[in-house]
């Protein structure tokens, strides 16, 4: 896509690009502000509407997990029948999973080649650029204002906080920080220009730096899991990155290798571990006491008191299970549980078929092979926590899913059309 091209477009294609420059919008402002990016979207949204009145078309985007992403979208919904408070439901799903499935739609649909792609990605990574800068600044200038919320100084005294930039929670920006990682890493494979590596390695340093800086557990073990992934499906050279590992705890001696021996040892003072697994042990009795339909989108932080009287007698609000299997289990049932299954494990099962069978593009194994990441690291932090629960993180994941549905469609036709001619 070629801005300076817009006026000697069709009309047929003005529209489109004006859906697209809108989609750019609502992806550089995602992490940024709430706010900008619903601005942005809504734009989208309206101006998609009308494309598709404007020229009699319907959206049927014909990728190989349409069907789940939409089932999910469906039985979400459904499970508002059982939710104690169904109109503060109701509001909450359109706030969440229908963007999420117009977003998706709406890339995979609108979005037009390589270029377009490259230019989506580009927007993101320069998001996230912009948000560890952000980061590193409310760091160094000690401009948080949430210590009390995310540092326990009775487990671990050394540490005096924990960065979360933009996204108001440090396993947010981990989360965060996790999906762009894999991209940026991907990107950096992928490229044949030195510059080009140079400038996603960079990015690449910096976002790892942020990370580190959250002090998030299951991120740190999250991008063990990255490093194991890339060394299996680029090079196991990769793997020599793991003997950084021993390396900090043995010379380092602070914050950071206290939370990471953390992990392998549980202490009386740190109350998350507990904590998590009175919350586990809820959502398992949720799914046994409403199994089909769930508890209702979004309800977990309504019913949780009624399954731990000490939550109810204090009046804290626990907004999720930090576990993101469990709670989407917990929240719309089986049926719902089973289309989030499909089409979750399923980016990565068609991204890795994508990267085994074809080799010759460069970009387009790039893109699979992030959005393999992608599900590799939400996979393991979700063991412990559940941040697609925020919707810039969530929104973050469906767009990678809509860029490779979109990558996907398009290489299918052009094998197709590659096997009429030479067939004629």
Request: proline share 2%.
């Amino acid at each position: 896509m070629n801005p300076t091209t817009y006026s000697t477009s069709s009309s047929h294609e003005r529209a489109r690009l004006r859906v697209v420059y809108a989609l750019l919008g609502t992806v550089f402002f995602m992490p940024l502000n709430l706010f900008a990016m619903e601005a942005f979207f809504i734009a989208a949204v309206l101006q998609a509407v009308w494309y598709l009145w404007r020229h009699n078309e319907l959206i049927f985007v014909r990728t190989a997990l349409f069907i789940p992403a939409a089932g999910f979208t469906l039985t979400a919904l459904l499970s508002l029948v059982g939710s104690p408070h169904i109109l503060m439901g109701t509001a909450f799903y359109a706030f969440t999973v229908l963007q999420y499935f117009l977003l998706y739609t709406m890339t995979a649909f609108f979005i037009r080649g390589e270029r377009e792609r490259r230019l989506v990605l580009f927007f993101m990574l320069m998001s996230a650029f912009c948000v560890a800068l952000y980061g590193l600044y409310q760091y160094a200038h000690m401009l948080i204002l949430h210590n009390k919320e995310w540092v326990d100084h009775s487990a671990f005294p050394l540490l005096r906080r924990r960065m979360y930039s933009t996204l108001y929670n440090p396993n947010l920006l981990s989360a965060f920080m996790l999906m762009l990682m894999g991209l940026a890493a991907s990107l950096t494979l992928g490229t044949r220009h030195a510059w080009h590596r140079g400038l996603y390695l960079g990015l690449l340093f910096l976002l790892t730096l942020c990370l580190i800086l959250t002090y998030s557990r299951g991120a740190w073990i999250s991008v063990c899991a990255l490093v194991f992934f890339f060394g299996l499906v680029w090079d196991k050279r990769v793997w020599l990155l793991l003997l950084l590992l021993p390396g900090i705890l043995f010379f380092y001696h602070g914050g950071v290798a206290d939370r990471l021996l953390s992990i392998f040892s549980h202490s009386g003072a740190d109350t998350s571990v507990s904590m998590r697994l009175d919350m586990w042990t809820a959502a398992v009795s949720m799914i046994a006491d409403h199994p089909f339909l769930g508890i209702g989108w979004g309800a977990f932080k309504y019913v949780y008191p009624v399954y731990n009287e000490l939550i109810q007698q204090a009046g804290i609000t626990i907004f999720h299970a930090h576990n993101m299997f469990l709670n989407i289990f917990a929240e719309t049932g089986i049926l719902g549980f089973f289309f989030f299954m499909w089409f979750f494990f399923g980016n990565a099962w068609h991204a890795l078929r994508f990267l085994r069978y074809v080799k010759e593009s460069a970009f387009d194994r790039s893109v699979a092979m992030s959005m393999a990441a992608a599900v590799v690291s939400i996979t393991i932090s979700g063991m412990s926590d559940y941040d697609l629960f925020s919707t810039q993180i969530s929104l973050t994941f469906w767009l990678l899913c809509g860029i490779f549905a979109n990558m996907s469609l398009e290489y299918q036709k052009n094998v197709k059309k590659s096997l009429r001619n030479n067939s004629q």
